[in-house]
């Protein structure tokens, strides 16, 4: 089975903390994503990366970086955590027409 | 570009009704569509996906959705609704040309709730 890991489930961090978001998958896959999933707006994608050292703007990336460092690796990297930033973010990856999800990060800014 | 419209953030049937939620999509090349869903507290899932093959597509629990080229559309529709079902749904587009750099597009969701 494609594993999708991310860091942490539950996250809380304070305004104006730098914040990471790991991700790792086991399957080679070129393709990762980086999407905030909130309610009314469904899945809305933040970053993804096509290949080690590449990474693309989705549709927003305002506050938001990437690290594409090793194939298996994606961060997502908050420079100054805002309480908008409050949301649920999912990894993805997709391979062979398929797309796997990480569990999800619960991140709560206060 | 790709995008997704999910006619209905909510939709409400009676167990045992007819469900139907509806995604157009907008692709300037051919497209591979899917449907998710998300249990509440839970993951997003597979249901089923459209990959260029038969345009009836069948997926779990009794599923299916049609693409529809002539309507850029892909509803998802399952003849009898069950308590079970009550989920969020999500359509999903990406390009079918096999690039590095596909984008997985999602609609908005759809909210079903499965009246008794």
């Known amino acids: 089975d494609v594993k999708v890991t991310q860091s942490s489930r539950y996250l809380v961090k304070r305004t104006g903390e730098k914040v990471f978001l790991e991700c790792v998958q086991d399957?080679?896959?070129?393709?990762m994503f980086w999407y905030r999933q909130d309610p009314g707006l469904g899945l809305r994608l933040i970053y993804f990366?096509?290949?080690?050292?590449?990474?693309e703007k989705g549709d927003i990336p305002e506050g938001y970086s990437v690290s594409r460092e090793k194939k298996e690796r994606f961060s997502l990297i908050l420079e100054s955590a805002s309480t908008n930033q409050t949301s649920m973010y999912l990894c993805?990856?997709?391979?062979?027409?398929?797309?796997?999800f990480g569990q999800g990060t619960r991140l709560t800014v206060v | 570009a790709q995008s997704v419209t999910q006619l209905g953030s909510h939709v409400s049937v009676s167990e045992g009704a007819l469900v139907l939620l509806r995604c157009n999509y907008s692709?300037?090349?051919?497209?591979?569509l899917f449907w998710y869903v998300q249990y509440p507290n839970q993951g997003l899932q597979l249901l089923l996906k459209y990959t260029s093959a038969a345009t009836l597509v069948k997926g779990i629990n009794d599923f299916e959705a049609e693409f529809k080229k002539s309507e850029t559309s892909f509803h998802l529709t399952k003849p009898s609704a069950h308590m079970s079902d009550a989920a969020e749904y999500f359509c999903a587009v990406t390009p079918n040309y096999g690039g590095a750099t596909n984008k997985l597009i999602f609609g908005t969701g759809t909210l079903l709730a499965v009246q008794p």
């Open positions: 399957m080679d896959h070129e393709n």
């Open positions: 692709s300037s090349v051919p497209p591979y």
């Open positions: 990366s096509y290949d080690v050292k590449m990474k």
């Open positions: 993805v990856t997709v391979g062979n027409t398929e797309a796997f």
